[in-house]
């Protein structure tokens, strides 16, 4: 099993190191087989003690804390970065940025009140229910994303990939 952001996961496939992806990027369609595993709620969060954890809010009224978002290439950071787009601003827009590509150095730094961060609920639930991270309840931009079982187009592979991929959604 490789752990990798959605960029480099595709280029892997394309290069025929490994057969298949679990992505939460986006992707070429066209270039690639495909079924959704899964559609997750992706979240704005902060520490529990943030003013922020009382809502609701608008995304605008976060541009005034640090934002700790994935490095580029992966594909949380796309869906933030689209998100922003949609409302003609950038990741620049916010205080102060700072890229990391660890969800868990991601996780420990918004739970220590160190900024806002933007992740998968999937990835946040222990998190969640132990009180540790809270949700930032945001009236303007609430947002689901697939993740997506991905693989070459046309191989010959292709059946075995579904059987793979009946598998891993049965369990």
């Known amino acids: 099993m490789v752990v990798a952001n959605t960029r480099e996961l595709l280029k892997e496939i394309d290069e025929g190191e490994v057969d298949f992806a679990l992505v939460e990027g986006f992707f070429e369609k066209s270039q690639y087989d495909h079924l959704t595993f899964s559609r997750e709620r992706y ?8 003013p922020l954890a009382r809502g609701p809010h608008r995304l605008e009224e976060l541009l005034g804390e640090r934002l700790l978002l994935r490095e580029k290439g992966s594909g949380t950071r796309e869906i933030l970065d689209r998100l922003l ?12 940025l700072t890229e990391i590509n660890n969800i868990n150095v991601i996780k420990g730094l918004a739970r220590e009140g160190r ?6 609920e999937a990835a946040v639930k222990r998190e969640l229910k132990e009180g540790s991270l809270s949700v930032i309840a ?6 689901n994303h697939d ?10 592979f292709a059946d075995y990939y579904r059987g793979i991929f009946r598998e891993l959604s049965a369990g």
């Open 43 to 50: 979240l704005p969060l902060c520490g529990p003690a943030s």
């Open 85 to 96: 787009e949609s409302r003609n601003l950038s990741s620049g827009d916010f205080r102060e």
């Open 115 to 120: 900024g806002v961060t933007f992740l998968y």
């Open 138 to 143: 945001l009236e303007d931009a609430r947002i």
């Open 147 to 156: 993740f997506t079982f991905v693989w070459r187009k046309d191989s010959v």
